[in-house]
């Protein structure tokens, strides 16, 4: 299975921010829905945003809404998460993924990729 590959974490203060990268092949680029994940330490994994393959629909959970923009690059086969207004509880391992479309990224489930090494988010209080 393709691997992503996500990159652009670091350390930032609250209300920092920061973007992060997703690379993956250029057929599932194109193909399926790419969403973003966080894990952070005793929590289960949970979508944070989700676009659909043309781009053309995003969905974001609660907690991110607002603060947070998923986007596509076409050119480049690339999936970006701009996030602003970061939080001391937005410290997570950020990790990206695909499936058939947004409500099953959201569901965690469909999953055409596996599981990349995601990319470190830690912002302090």
């Known amino acids: 299975q393709v691997q992503p590959v996500e990159s652009g974490g670091g350390l930032v203060e609250t209300g920092g921010s920061l973007t992060l990268s997703c690379e993956t092949s250029g057929y599932i680029f194109s193909t399926y829905a790419m969403g973003w994940f966080r894990q952070a330490p005793g929590k289960e994994r949970e979508c944070v945003a989700g676009?659909?393959?043309?781009?053309?629909?995003?969905k974001y959970s609660d907690s991110v809404h607002g603060r947070f923009t998923v986007s596509k690059d076409k050119k480049n086969d690339m999936v970006y998460l701009q996030m602003s207004s970061l939080k001391p509880e937005d410290t997570a391992v950020y990790y990206c993924n695909a499936a058939t479309n947004t409500d099953n990224l959201a569901a965690g489930r469909g999953f055409v990729s596996s599981w990349g090494q995601g990319t470190q988010v830690t912002v302090s209080s």
């Open positions: 676009i659909s393959w043309n781009g053309g629909n995003t």
